[in-house]
Antibody
Framework: EVQLVQSGAEVKKSGESLKISCKGS????????IGWVRQMPGKGLEWMGI????????RYSPSFQGQVTISADRSINTAYLQWSSLKASDTAIYYC????????????????WGRGTLVTVSS | DIVMTQSPDSLAVSLGERATINCKSS????????????IAWYQQKPGQPPKLLIY???TRESGVPDRFSGSGSETDFTLTISSLQAEDVAVYFC?????????FGQGTKVEIK
């Protein structure tokens, strides 16, 4: 089954670091862009950034540039979203999602989503 | 950045009736070289991730019921549910992917009247 499987929920304190993961299966992971989307409690969707695993080329929304790091390891079909110092305002569900359309196409709508990782940060 | 604004924020529709959601972009998302509008629509039910319904403003994703349709061009777009079913209760989001950063509308909550 084509799917994205995300790592489990995390509970952290302000100032701590965190790396969450998103593993793709049953498709050519390296050649599809993988994006990250934030959903704060009861709120809408925010596009954070995206990575092309084959080249580890990442693009960021200006709102998230410098706040998070997106990376990927194509050898294990996994993308990552990382924080060096969490804030209480980072509390949210984080979704990874695969670009739609043909592989390597830079059309950044998402046709396949993970189930989300809930990150809770206490102050 | 392109800002996406949906209207209304919520609507209640009787079963079997039409639901219409609007989405306006702050600038055109029609790419002249391929004549495509870089707009997608998603459905999100409680406790679930979003699900792609429509891309290129009007192309239905495989498996999506044909009661869902998308229309519009340049800056004004519409998602229509032709005959609302109970399972369509959800929040619907539009998204542009014209350039970086892509952005979502704030969402429209659809309920049963």
């Amino acid at each position: 089954e084509v799917q994205l499987v995300q790592s489990g929920a995390e509970v952290k304190k302000s100032g701590e670091s965190l790396k969450i993961s998103c593993k793709g299966s049953s498709y050519n992971f390296a050649n599809y862009w993988i994006g990250w989307v934030r959903q704060m409690p009861g709120k809408g969707l925010e596009w954070m950034g995206i990575i092309y695993p084959d080249e580890s080329e990442a693009r960021y929304s200006p709102s998230f540039q410098g706040q998070v790091t997106i990376s990927a390891d194509r050898s294990i079909n996994t993308a990552y979203l990382q924080w060096s110092s969490l804030k209480a305002s980072d509390t949210a569900i984080y979704y990874c999602a695969r670009q739609g359309g043909d592989q390597a196409a830079s059309y950044w709508y998402f046709d396949l989503w993970g189930r989300g990782t809930l990150v809770t940060v206490s102050s | 950045d392109i800002v996406m604004t949906q209207s209304p924020d919520s609507l209640a529709v009787s079963l079997g009736e039409r639901a219409t959601i609007n989405c306006k972009s702050s600038q055109s998302v029609l790419y002249s070289s391929n004549n495509k509008n870089y707009i997608a629509w998603y459905q999100q039910k409680p406790g679930q991730p979003p699900k792609l319904l429509i891309y290129w403003a009007s192309t239905r994703e495989s498996g999506v019921p044909d009661r869902f349709s998308g229309s519009g061009s340049e800056t004004d777009f519409t998602l229509t549910i032709s005959s609302l079913q109970a399972e369509d209760v959800a929040v619907y989001f539009c998204q542009h992917y014209y350039w970086t950063p892509p952005a979502f509308g704030q969402g429209t909550k659809v309920e049963i009247k």
